[in-house]
């Protein structure tokens, strides 16, 4: 199993900045993740983060608003770029190790814009 | 490309009642899947798995078989209790790639 440190637990932001997450696992992985889910939603998946190369994003996702760093095996980072009240969510870091084993979640980010 | 369909909700049963959660899945090739579990406030975290035809996974009385003919992972419980109210999801992962599906809200009264 993997332990995942997600920071911050919550944030209440101001539109129009940018809030940066932090997911720290205290194993190395080789996938990790950024979920996010809307309040009663499913899970939608914003990006993959391979370490030493880059984030592969769903449809409706962009690096701009949405960067990603994954600089070694047990870290990375998703910044939620120019805010606005319709990015409120949960953002969920997930972790798993090879192809096709269970993933690993955080605890979760609740951000609201205000 | 890979999707999974799971019976939506929201559920309400007394306690010590049957549960089935349907979950029905598509994808190429040979997928894992699971259920996950969200209690309120929580991350989610994992209930059971089945990584090939026909292996049960179980855990906390929970069950579900994997079908492959019927491309089907469902959830079931014999008797359920006040603390399984919570939001169940089912998930296939496939070349490292994960889907879900939209989650059931399971609410137990005592």
């Not at chain 1, 997450?21 to 998946?45: A, E, H, K, N």
């Not at chain 2, 994992?46 to 492959?68: H, P, Q, V, W």
């Amino acid at each position: 199993s993997a332990v995942i440190s997600q920071k911050p637990s919550r944030d209440i932001c101001q539109r129009g900045t940018s809030l940066t997450i932090q997911c720290q696992v205290d194993s190395q992985v080789t996938m990790m993740f950024w979920y996010r889910q809307q309040p009663g939603q499913s899970l939608t998946l914003i990006a993959t983060a391979n370490q030493g190369s880059e984030a592969t994003y769903e449809s409706g996702f962009v690096i701009d608003k949405f960067p990603i760093s994954r600089p070694n095996l047990t870290f990375s980072t998703l910044t939620v770029s120019n805010m606005s009240p319709e990015d409120s969510s949960i953002y969920l870091c997930s972790v798993a190790q090879t192809s096709n084993t269970e993933a690993f979640f955080g605890q979760g980010t609740r951000l609201t814009v205000v | 490309g890979d999707s999974v369909t799971q019976m939506e909700g929201p559920v309400t049963l007394s306690e010590e009642a049957f549960l089935t959660i349907n979950c029905t899945y598509t994808a190429t090739g040979y997928p894992s899947l699971f259920w996950y579990v969200q209690y309120p406030g929580e991350g989610l975290q994992l209930l059971l798995k089945a990584t090939k035809a026909d292996d049960k996974g179980s855990n906390k009385g929970f069950e579900a078989t994997y079908r492959k003919e019927t491309t089907s992972f469902h959830l079931e419980k014999g008797s359920v209790q006040v603390s399984d109210s919570a939001v169940y999801f089912c998930a296939l992962y496939n070349n490292n790639d994960m889907r879900f599906g939209a989650g059931t809200r399971l609410t137990v009264k005592p």
